[in-house]
């Protein structure tokens, strides 16, 4: 099961699963923190960092001073595993309801109802 995380270790790993790099560096993470509005001192990244291998979402290789980082959940893993539980909290599992909601409540754009339309047709046909 992949754990929830942080509004902090979300940013975060926003930031490694952005980079186009297979190995995300500490002064990369540092820079995309501040890009976004969201300084935060080296220990305090070093902590999320940290807390981030715990839950076993980035792994560290040392090499000479620094430490390489690399994903080992993909976002769209996250994404994944965070919809199901939030469909599964939320609306007891129920898909129908989650979009009758999103419908309803006028919460897509035009443009977004015409395409999950087509992506919805697509999937019909397969």
């Given at each position: 099961?992949?754990?929830?995380?942080?509004?902090?270790e979300?940013?975060t790993?926003?930031?490694?699963?952005?980079?186009?790099?297979e190995?995300t560096?500490f002064?990369?993470i540092?820079?995309g923190l501040?890009?976004r509005g969201?300084?935060c001192?080296k220990n305090?990244?070093?902590?999320?960092?940290?807390?981030?291998?715990?839950?076993?979402?980035?792994?560290?290789k040392?090499v000479g001073?620094?430490?390489e980082?690399?994903?080992l959940?993909?976002?769209?893993?996250?994404?994944t595993?965070?919809?199901?539980?939030?469909?599964?909290?939320?609306?007891?599992?129920?898909?129908?309801?989650?979009?009758?909601?999103?419908?309803?409540?006028?919460?897509?754009?035009?443009?977004?109802y015409?395409e999950?339309?087509k992506?919805l047709?697509?999937?019909?046909?397969?």
């Amino acid at each position: 099961m992949i754990q929830q995380l942080s509004d902090a270790e979300l940013e975060t790993m926003k930031i490694v699963w952005g980079n186009p790099d297979e190995v995300t560096l500490f002064p990369y993470i540092m820079d995309g923190l501040a890009a976004r509005g969201k300084p935060c001192q080296k220990n305090t990244l070093i902590v999320l960092l940290s807390r981030l291998m715990n839950k076993g979402f980035l792994n560290a290789k040392k090499v000479g001073r620094r430490n390489e980082y690399t994903t080992l959940i993909s976002e769209t893993e996250y994404q994944t595993a965070q919809t199901k539980s939030f469909l599964d909290k939320i609306y007891e599992g129920n898909v129908k309801g989650l979009v009758s909601n999103l419908i309803s409540g006028d919460l897509l754009t035009d443009g977004e109802y015409a395409e999950l339309k087509k992506i919805l047709e697509r999937g019909r046909e397969k």
